[in-house]
């Protein structure tokens, strides 16, 4: 395990050894500002760039005959990203990649969050429940599922953009996912009338 916050929570697995993948983002500061510009016409806004902290569980999935040992199916590589503080996973539709930064990053990043942290266990946990789910629903009945983790957890360290504005009618702050350009409003206000 690594380094210690000072809530005395463990902060990551591996990350002693190899620093969390940070990842470029695939959506320009322009295409988050014009997301927030659909959502409030007319709006000045500001844009910074942000990274949120996943584990990163790369999973090989393998399916196989209730009365054969043998495999019946193709290994399938899976990768699942949990989040690092809400402990929410989901099966990513690619294999993150970025540069390798520093572990001192990690801490930092989940340093700042409050509340209970997801453990390792936890995540590794949800990890392999999310992976087991998709393929429950396309195996037949009968059918075995063997799941082995293809390497530790690893940092993944997420990008999105925070888009903070507003015009004459509104302020908001929402939350612009840096690989996908999906958004979720933060905060809206409208502004008063004096």
Do not use: C
């Not at 295409?31 to 959502?39: P, Y």
């Not at 999310?130 to 037949?140: D, S």
């Not at 993944?156 to 958004?183: E, F, R």
Request: glycine content about 12%; aromatic content about 4%.
């Amino acid at each position: 395990m690594s380094a210690e916050i000072g809530t005395g929570r463990p902060v990551g697995p591996d990350l002693q050894t190899e620093g969390p993948v940070r990842m470029d983002p695939h959506v320009t500061a322009a295409e988050a500002l014009a997301v927030f510009q659909r959502k409030l016409p007319d709006a000045l806004a500001e844009v910074q760039a942000v990274h949120h902290p996943f584990w990163w569980a790369a999973l090989d999935v393998r399916t196989r005959g209730l009365l054969r040992r043998s495999a019946a199916g193709p290994e399938q590589r899976m990768d699942v990203l949990v989040n690092a503080v809400s402990g929410r996973g989901m099966i990513a539709d690619f294999t993150p990649r970025g540069t390798t930064v520093g572990s001192s990053e990690w801490p930092r990043l989940i340093g700042e969050q409050s509340g209970p942290l997801p453990t390792r266990d936890e995540a590794e946990r949800t990890a392999r429940s999310l992976a087991r789910a998709k393929v429950v629903k396309t195996v037949k009945l009968g059918m075995g599922i063997e799941i082995a983790p293809a390497g530790g957890l690893r940092g993944v360290l997420k990008p999105n953009w925070i888009v903070s504005g507003g015009n004459a009618k509104h302020v908001a702050t929402i939350l612009v996912d840096g690989l996908d350009g999906s958004h979720y409003i933060v905060r809206v206000d409208k502004v008063g009338r004096s």
